[in-house]
């Protein structure tokens, strides 16, 4: 670690870079090092202000005013660079506007809509992971990982059925696109201009089903809060954020059980713990790993005086592990208490969609706790090289 001796504004100086093979492989030793070197740092490499501590993440997320969205929610800086698509209504906008979009997807996703998602969830579930007990093995990442929110997340939104795999390589888009451009970004961009248009082709109103939650975004183009585009946009929020994310979180649960036989046992004997469970997987191998915002003037954190429209980036994966935080961090411990992990962030901005993603996740988890005995890794896994998200490319499993 060179130039630690020096200092921006105060700032200890890092020559770490979280977008590098050996950080992505095998992050933990690297967010010890951030935590250790201070509340914050500055990135040499990418020129940005960093923090891996709990305190400071949730500082940070608390002040949109100081620390805004609008700037983008990566390392680029939207105010200087022209970012890869049109901005998100929702992730990356700041109030007013942001108070007014997330009003009209919050309605969408009222209790009354989720509750009438649970038995349907939980059919397909139960279908799934008996179809997965009748092979020899799977790959944890495409058929379960992937499948699972491709049908009911996609059946939910209302998307029709033809081309939806279109929307794994439109996550690595988004979401890689929150990293420096790297080849980790030119490789997701591959085939970027047909995935995007059929993404935004689904999200068009005339494409959405009439029973499904997307449609609902344009009772507020009807009311005339958005326009037709702006109800597009809105839809292409849950298309962007709620499949790469559940589809990483599942493969990801189903290798931490099949790891920690003894954390296996306990959600089988009690399927309860489905959802605690989410939780501290969220804490634990969280698979949104960081998230940028911009400084809206100068502003004095732990210490350091930042100036305006500075990046500083948020490790979620590292504050979840902060042991200044918690207790024994790297214990995977599904019946540990997990309140105020930020794996769906926090704030304004905290993840919209926690709540399918909770109904998905619990689903699968209970689905295995009453229908499988063992679950074993049965060849090499594959970790994904990934800008934001932490996941497996392939992991091949066996379910008794
Ligand atoms: C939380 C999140 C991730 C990626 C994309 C979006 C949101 C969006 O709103 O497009």
Redesign the pocket.
């Known amino acids: 670690m060179a130039g630690m001796d020096a200092t921006i504004s105060g700032a200890p100086v890092m020559d770490l870079d979280p977008f590098s093979e050996e950080y992505i492989l095998n992050p933990y030793p690297y967010h010890a090092q951030l935590r250790d070197a201070g509340q914050l740092v500055f990135l040499e490499k990418w020129n940005a202000y960093a923090t891996g501590r709990y305190a400071e993440v949730r500082a940070i997320l608390e002040d949109p005013a100081t620390f805004c969205s609008g700037g983008g929610?990566g390392l680029a800086n939207f105010h200087k660079e022209k970012p890869w698509r049109p901005p998100?209504?929702?992730?990356?906008t700041d109030p007013p506007e942001h108070t007014r979009n997330r009003a009209v997807i919050s309605r969408a996703l009222s209790p009354a809509a989720l509750r009438a998602l649970r038995s349907k969830f939980e059919e397909e579930a139960v279908a799934l992971v008996g179809r997965l007990l009748q092979q020899d093995s799977f790959d944890a990442v495409k058929d379960l990982g992937e499948a699972f929110p491709l049908k009911v997340f996609a059946d939910a939104i209302g998307i029709r059925p033809e081309g939806r795999q279109n929307l794994i390589p439109y996550?690595d888009m988004?979401?890689n696109a929150?990293g420096p451009r790297n080849a980790l970004y030119a490789k997701a961009m591959e085939n970027g201009e047909d995935v995007a248009n059929w993404v935004w082709d689904a999200c068009q109103r005339r494409n959405l089903s009439p029973d499904g939650l997307g449609i609902r975004i344009f009772d507020a183009v009807d009311d005339g809060i958005l326009t037709d585009e702006e109800g597009a946009k809105v839809v292409?929020?849950?298309?962007?954020?709620g499949i790469d994310?559940t589809a990483n979180s599942l493969a990801t649960a189903v290798y931490c059980f099949a790891t920690h036989p003894d954390q296996w046992q306990a959600l089988r004997a009690k399927p309860d713990l489905a959802r605690p469970a989410f939780e501290e997987l969220l804490r634990f191998e969280s698979p949104?790993q960081t998230f940028f915002r911009t400084t809206t003037r100068e502003v004095e954190l732990a210490g350091v005086t930042i100036p305006a429209e500075e990046k500083i980036m948020m490790s979620l994966g590292s504050a979840n592990r902060d042991p200044r935080q918690w207790s024994d961090p790297d214990r995977f411990d599904i019946t540990r208490s997990t309140i105020g992990h930020v794996g769906f962030?926090m704030g304004i901005?905290g993840?919209?969609?926690q709540m399918i993603a909770r109904l998905e996740v619990e689903m699968i988890l209970r689905a295995l706790a009453t229908q499988v005995s063992s679950i074993e890794v049965v060849g090499e896994p594959r970790q994904r090289l990934h800008n934001t998200l932490r996941g497996f490319e392939y992991l091949p499993m066996r379910l008794r």
């Open positions: 929610v998100s209504m929702l992730l990356e996550g988004v979401f929150m292409r929020s849950f298309l962007s954020a994310t949104f962030g901005h993840c919209v969609g």
